[in-house]
């Protein structure tokens, strides 16, 4: 194996460190508080070695969103992997999404905005490439799950189901997400628990696909139990 050459590698701990900075930045003042003179010298690097990494606070951005990806794929990857029927582990899938952006906010907000038409096209080709690629595992999750529900008969051959389920399911949480993020909004409507709402309308999705066993999306019983067991079996963390 070729060692990485030492220019490489510091410039890639180097844009680690960054993006270390710029994270706890917005933590502490807020997403749109920050500025790229802030950041370079809350990181103590020059304005010039600062835009080698990120060309602008768009590509800055991406490159949050980014990270945000990696991290969510091993909440993921912890769904993908649980001993379960394979519509309790697309279920899962969802849960996992809702923890971890729970515990990020910050993440949710990033992401949020990193594919706002404003951000988006501002960003720099490679950024966005950047971030397309850093979906794919996701989807290749979610597509790992269909085939094995497909090879145990929990779900029919339709090629649509292959080939658009990750795009159905990515903007369920998406839309989830950003709506529960604008403060005041679901709550005007009496949208109290949208999470919850969400896992129904996730029930009512795979009903509609077809997807065995199906569940009674109004068996709220039945839906709490099955996130209950959720926590406890797949993501015990988030209940600390």
């Not at 697309?90 to 849960?95: R, V």
Request: negative net charge.
């Amino acid at each position: 194996m070729n060692a990485i050459p030492r220019k490489e590698r510091e410039r890639a701990e180097r844009e680690q460190r960054l993006l270390d900075v710029a994270y706890g930045l917005i933590r502490e003042q807020g997403l749109v508080a920050l500025q790229m003179s802030q950041l370079a010298q809350a990181a103590e690097y020059a304005m010039g070695t600062l835009y080698s990494h990120f060309s602008s606070k768009e590509d800055l951005l991406l490159a949050l969103a980014v990270r945000s990806g990696e991290l969510r794929l091993q909440q993921f990857a912890k769904a993908a992997n649980w001993l379960a029927p394979t519509r309790q582990r697309m279920m899962a899938l969802a849960m996992a999404d809702w923890i971890f952006m729970n515990g990020h906010p910050e993440y949710a907000q990033i992401e949020q905005y990193a594919i706002s038409e404003v951000v988006w096209e501002r960003a720099s080709q490679a950024r966005r490439d950047a971030f397309t690629h850093s979906r794919e595992p996701i989807g290749e999750v979610i597509w790992g799950i269909v085939e094995d529900a497909r090879r145990a008969g929990d779900l029919g051959a339709d090629s649509f189901v292959v080939k658009e389920l990750p795009f159905g399911m990515w903007t369920m949480l998406i839309g989830t997400h950003q709506l529960s993020h604008a403060r005041g909004l679901l709550e005007h409507f009496q949208i109290h628990e949208p999470y919850h709402l969400m896992i129904r309308h996730l029930c009512v999705w795979l009903n509609g696909l077809g997807w065995q066993p199906l569940l009674d999306p109004g068996d709220e019983a039945a839906l709490d139990q099955l996130c209950a067991r959720l926590q406890a079996e797949v993501f015990p963390e988030s209940n600390e």
